[in-house]
């Protein structure tokens, strides 16, 4: 196409700096230099129109960069795609023109396919960091303009965005009317009852609408036409204003209760101005006097049904928006789980890590998150509050990853410098957490755990309400597990005495209220927990599932603290 060719001739000026195909500008300016827009001897063109889907989420997500690498990569694959006698050029903010050379609606069609294959490869590549998507619409006809083309591939557009509620390609046939405008291609599945007792007028609008594709009904009364919309779904009425029997407003307000959405025109040959207003206050979205026009009564009726396909369509869209919403809820509800699971288990290898390393505490992290767990519910702890608690006990000893060996293996007692060093775990152990954003209320329990109620614990000498409530938890559980555990030095106390002791440090080692919930729990349940945890922990195939575990701990606990209450 020797137009083309010069347009190219003139420099990067007539260029989209970003896709690399013509400006808008400079196709308009095509379109001029051609007689209907088209070439001398050719009459009948084809123009698909591209439009970028969800461009501005693209660009408020990724920002301008991402865009900007959207728009040249769409240049690229439209280059790529057209022949050389096509034309291309970028058309707004996020849509694209080919105007072919070849004017048959097959080879715009196997263009727009070597586009979508492109986008597609572009996808599965991870060219963008978002899917790339591009609604798409046809245009055709003989002795159309550009702009005629253009302007009905846009409404095209536009009626299949309405139809369906949500973007997507768009291709299909339209009647086009280059004198008005007027699109018809939107009632073409569209049932529309007409209610008139004049036979004239119902043949009049039948015979106006019969090339839209449109189902025709009519009625010459209210009773025959209220039959009509309770036995099926209809998109529009066009009514008379003055039916035998009945007031067309009265009618209106019948059609409503029915079908809140129905598209109701009324016609009258009544030239009153406020029975006019009366009609549109009633409801009615159009009101057309005797004798209108063919073109008129089809615009109303086009614009009516595009009405009603947006409601219908917002209806559609927000319950689709909704049923995704619940499934990316779920998702994410899944994915947060699993997390949370990945989560546990990683601070549970670590916990099982640092008791293996002290040779005297083998498996005391779980067990001590165990107890801490069933008495973090007894104290009516929230949920977070006891995942907190149980992440801040698995790593309560993590700063001893950091002390020497011959201290923290060291069989004999400690000297004083010793245990000037053991002391430092409990600030190591909170440097170590803190700096993971997920650990932080954890290592408030790893920075406090070994100080006492009564103000004589370290490395702070915190005292009372002072010293988080999950550090007062881990202090009571911590003591019962190591005086019921066996040490080279003494053999294992049993629960019984473990109570008592804690009982008598009520008060000086210990939270009151946490040692008054320890007591209600019976000795045999701590037990009962000790020999489940011990012996899954020598058998992991016997219990699978952690949560079935806590729960049956859990149960376990409380329903033996009420029994001996009962007793």
């Not at 069933?374 to 977070?384: E, F, H």
């Not at 109570?499 to 007591?519: C, K, M, N, W």
């Amino acid at each position: 196409m020797e137009v083309i060719q010069d347009m190219g001739d003139q420099g990067m000026a007539t260029r989209d700096p970003l896709s690399g195909l013509l400006t808008q500008a400079a196709f308009e300016q095509h379109c001029q230099t051609c007689k209907n827009g088209l070439p001398h001897g050719q009459r009948d063109r084809v123009l698909a129109l591209l439009s970028v889907e969800q461009f501005h989420s693209i660009r408020d997500t990724f920002g301008d960069v991402v865009w900007n690498q959207t728009v040249d990569l769409m240049g690229h694959m439209i280059r790529s795609a057209i022949d050389p006698g096509d034309l291309a050029a970028r058309y707004g903010e996020s849509g694209f023109i080919i105007l072919l050379a070849e004017g048959t609606r097959a080879s715009a069609e196997a263009v727009v396919m070597r586009v979508r294959a492109a986008i597609e490869k572009a996808n599965d590549a991870g060219a963008l960091p978002t899917l790339l998507s591009v609604s798409v619409s046809l245009a055709s006809g003989r002795d159309l303009s550009c702009a005629d083309l253009i302007a009905l591939a846009q409404r095209r557009m536009d009626v299949e965005k309405l139809r369906e509620g949500v973007t997507t390609a768009a291709r299909s046939s339209a009647i086009f009317d280059p004198t008005t405008g007027a699109v018809m291609e939107a009632i073409t599945q569209a049932v529309i009852l007409v209610v008139d007792d004049e036979p004239a007028i119902l043949t009049f609008v039948r015979d106006t609408l019969c090339e839209s594709g449109g189902e025709i009904l009519s009625a010459t009364g209210a009773d025959e036409a209220i039959a009509h919309l309770r036995e099926r779904k209809v998109d529009i009425v066009i009514m008379d204003i003055h039916l035998p029997g009945t007031s067309g407003l009265e009618m209106l307000k019948r059609i409503r209760l029915i079908d809140p959405t129905v598209v109701v025109i009324m016609i009258t040959g009544s030239h009153d101005l406020h029975l006019a207003v009366r009609a549109i206050r009633c409801g009615a979205d159009d009101y057309l006097l005797k004798p209108c026009q063919p073109q008129e009564l089809r615009n109303s009726v086009c614009h009516g049904f595009m009405k009603r396909q947006l409601i219908l369509g917002g209806k559609a869209y927000q319950a689709l928006l909704e049923t995704q919403v619940r499934q990316r809820t779920h998702e994410l509800q899944q994915v947060i789980r699993h997390l949370e699971s990945t989560y546990r288990a990683t601070l549970k290898a670590l916990g099982a890590a640092l008791d293996t390393r002290d040779v005297e505490t083998h498996s005391h992290s779980e067990r001590a998150a165990q107890y801490a767990l069933t008495l973090g519910r007894l104290l009516n702890m929230s949920d977070s509050d006891q995942v907190t608690l149980e992440r801040g006990v698995y790593l309560h000893d993590i700063g001893k990853i950091g002390l020497p060996d011959r201290v923290l293996l060291k069989q004999a007692g400690l000297t004083k410098e010793e245990w000037k060093i053991m002391r430092q775990h409990s600030l190591l152990g909170y440097r170590l957490a803190s700096r993971v954003d997920f650990l932080k209320g954890a290592s408030k329990i790893i920075l406090a755990h070994h100080e006492r109620y009564d103000g004589l614990g370290y490395p702070f000498g915190l005292k009372g309400d002072g010293i988080p409530l999950g550090a007062r938890v881990f202090s009571v559980v911590d003591a019962l597990d190591a005086m019921t555990s066996h040490r080279p030095y003494r053999k294992a106390k049993s629960f019984d005495h473990a109570r008592e002791e804690i009982r008598r440090y009520s008060g000086s080692q210990f939270d009151p209220t946490v040692v008054e919930a320890f007591l209600s729990v019976p000795p045999r349940t701590w037990s009962d927990m000790r020999e489940a945890i011990n012996h899954q922990a020598s058998d992991p195939s016997v219990v699978e599932d952690g949560e079935l575990l806590r729960h049956t701990l859990f149960s376990t606990a409380t329903t033996n603290a009420q029994l001996e209450t009962d007793g």
